[in-house]
T-cell receptor, first 109, second 116 residues
């Protein structure tokens, strides 16, 4: 079957760095997405990885290892506004997104 | 950029009535549109996938007679919740894909449905 696993909740301190892990199993693979979702709002796109390696985009970076079925989202210089849920989603061979349950990130001052 | 709108943004209706939610791609033609439902503290659940001019493909467990999807044009898809009940209260989100590039999927702002 198809499955995405990510931690339910994480806590970090303002100004620090946090890494949110995601493992996936899908029928075929067309990339790994990370989305940010604030409470009561729709998800917003953060990153897309289809090749192995690290993609850096400002304070946010995303890493992918296809052989391990593993990805992480790295958030640096955390700000209070980064408090949100972070959704990992893998795209299968039919170009359908398989969603994780999301990781709620709590930032403390 | 690529913008997707939804209307209404929130709606309250009485049990037994029907509610229509519109999803529009404002500045691009969407080859495929997706409808998701999200309950509090849960991730998105794909309800159905629709391509313009053809019948929607529903996910297992989603009642096609209850959740009617019409993808009338390349910029408009509608979801009608028929005979709504309180358990249908949820956050409904649409997304639209431009082309076949996996990264080109854009989300609408969502519609909060409350059935009393």
């Amino acid at each position: 079957g198809q499955n995405i696993d990510q931690p339910t909740e994480m806590t970090a301190t303002e100004g620090a760095i946090v890494q949110i892990n995601c493992t996936y199993q899908t029928s075929g693979f067309n990339g790994l997405f990370w989305y940010q979702q604030h409470a009561g709002e729709a998800p917003t796109f953060l990153s897309y990885n289809v090749l192995d390696g690290l993609e850096e985009k400002g304070r946010f970076s995303s890493f992918l290892s296809r052989s391990k079925g593993y990805s992480y989202l790295l958030l640096k210089e955390l700000q209070m506004k980064d408090s949100a849920s972070y959704l990992c989603a893998a795209m299968d061979s039919n170009y359908q997104l398989i969603w994780g349950a999301g990781t709620k990130l709590i930032i403390k001052p | 950029g690529a913008v997707v709108s939804q209307h209404p943004s929130w709606v309250i209706c009485k049990s037994g009535t029907s509610v229509k939610i519109e999803c529009r791609s404002l500045d691009f033609q969407a080859t495929t549109m997706f409808w998701y439902r999200q309950f509090p503290k849960q991730s998105l659940m794909l309800m159905a996938t629709s391509n313009e001019g053809s019948k929607a493909t529903y996910e297992q467990g989603v009642e096609k007679d209850k959740f009617l999807i019409n993808h009338a044009s390349l910029t408009l898809s509608t979801l009608t919740v028929t005979s709504a009940h309180p358990e249908d209260s949820s956050f409904y989100i649409c997304s639209a894909r431009r082309g076949r590039d996996p990264g080109e999927q854009y989300f609408g702002p969502g519609t909060r449905l409350t059935v009393t």
